[in-house]
């Protein structure tokens, strides 16, 4: 069983829809907790930050479970602009950035 | 462009080729970090360094593999004997030496081994 564990997708969904993604992780000691996304073909960018208490970025809206050790991401009014692979990565290590990263799950959106 | 650099962006070599990559990271970051990421995956942690030294090693880096960071700037990644399932894309990544502090990929070596 993989560390963190992401639906593959792809969700192909109109512009204008809201959409979930969710991620699980297995390592209970993991100690911060990110979404990244990544174009085709191009290295992962850090989206956003999760927290226990929720937190919002824009459209992008992450929520942390640790006692359920699960992590979303909405999208609200999905653009164009929103196609990418989708990252769920935990980081491991207290002391330094061991980032562990899900396969992503991919998202096309179309008008 | 003061991001990491990665060089070259793509390289296509014989199986049984020897390969380096250089990474070039942000310049005042001491900390840097190689992964690999194959097509469907994403990536995964290969090594660490925190200045010049090696501080862990993924059991993915086989004996095949083997990292430096000489003088605790650029830093490189040999691949010895490649194998066709070496075929990926190599990142690098850095970071100043503060928990939590954010890590900055490089546009990723690709790898293809024919």
């Known amino acids: 069983r993989k560390e963190v564990e992401q639906d593959p997708g792809p969700f192909n969904v109109p512009e204008g829809a809201t959409v979930a993604f969710n991620c699980t992780y297995s390592?209970?000691?993991?100690?911060?907790f990110f979404w990244y996304r990544q174009d085709c073909r191009k290295e992962p960018k850090l989206l956003m930050s999760v927290y226990s208490s929720g937190n919002e970025d824009g459209r992008f809206t992450a929520q942390l479970n640790r006692a359920s050790q699960y992590i979303s991401l909405l999208i609200r009014d999905s653009k164009l602009s929103d196609s990418a692979t989708y990252l769920c990565v935990v980081n491991r290590s207290g002391g330094y950035n061991k980032l562990i990263f899900g396969a992503g799950t991919r998202l096309a959106v179309h008008p | 462009d003061t991001g990491v650099s990665q060089d070259p962006r793509h390289k296509i070599t014989k199986r049984g080729q020897n390969v380096t990559f250089r990474c070039d990271p942000i310049?005042?970051?001491?900390?840097l970090y190689w992964y690999r990421q194959t097509l469907g995956q994403g990536p995964e942690f290969l090594t660490y360094?925190?200045?010049?030294?090696?501080?862990?090693k993924s059991r993915l880096l086989s004996d095949r593999f083997s990292a430096e960071r000489p003088k605790g700037s650029f830093s490189t990644l040999e691949i010895q004997r490649t194998e066709q399932g070496d075929s990926a894309m190599y990142l690098c990544?850095?970071?100043?030496?503060?928990?939590?502090?954010?890590?900055?990929f490089g546009e990723g070596s690709w790898l293809t081994v024919v």
């Open positions: 310049s005042e970051h001491n900390r």
């Open positions: 390592n209970s000691a993991s100690q911060s």
């Open positions: 990544a850095s970071s100043l030496a503060v928990s939590g502090n954010t890590i900055y």
């Open positions: 360094f925190q200045n010049e030294a090696q501080l862990e």
